[in-house]
């Protein structure tokens, strides 16, 4: 979708200092939008919205076990997040996140080349 994309992995909330370097190479990158992935309790989206100044898109994923198995957790969660910013998307519909920060990210470069 012509976009620079640029990733990080495990950086999940169980170990929350991971989250920090990922971050800060993600700022002074200068991103347009970020795309969090989360399991479990799907604390990670309201975390990076909270720290981040650009839009967060929060994928809700399937992993997960007990109460809020099947993303629910995960999905209530990112839903419930009082953190400014944060979108969220159907659980495991990382397509339709990736095509909504193309769509903005595309937007933002035809709009900045005028």
Do not use: W
């Amino acid at each position: 979708m012509n976009c620079d994309c640029l990733c990080s992995y495990d950086v999940g909330i169980a170990g929350l200092h991971r989250i920090f370097p990922v971050l800060k190479q993600f700022i002074e990158s200068e991103v347009n939008i970020i795309i969090v992935v989360a399991g479990m309790e799907g604390a990670l989206a309201s975390i990076v919205s909270s720290l981040a100044d650009v839009p967060v898109i929060g994928v809700p994923t399937s992993i997960g076990y007990g109460y809020g198995e099947k993303g629910i957790a995960a999905l209530a969660s990112m839903l419930q997040s009082c953190s400014l910013g944060l979108t969220v998307v159907n659980i495991d519909n990382g397509v339709g996140a990736g095509a909504a920060a193309a769509n903005i990210a595309n937007r933002i470069k035809a709009k900045s080349t005028r």
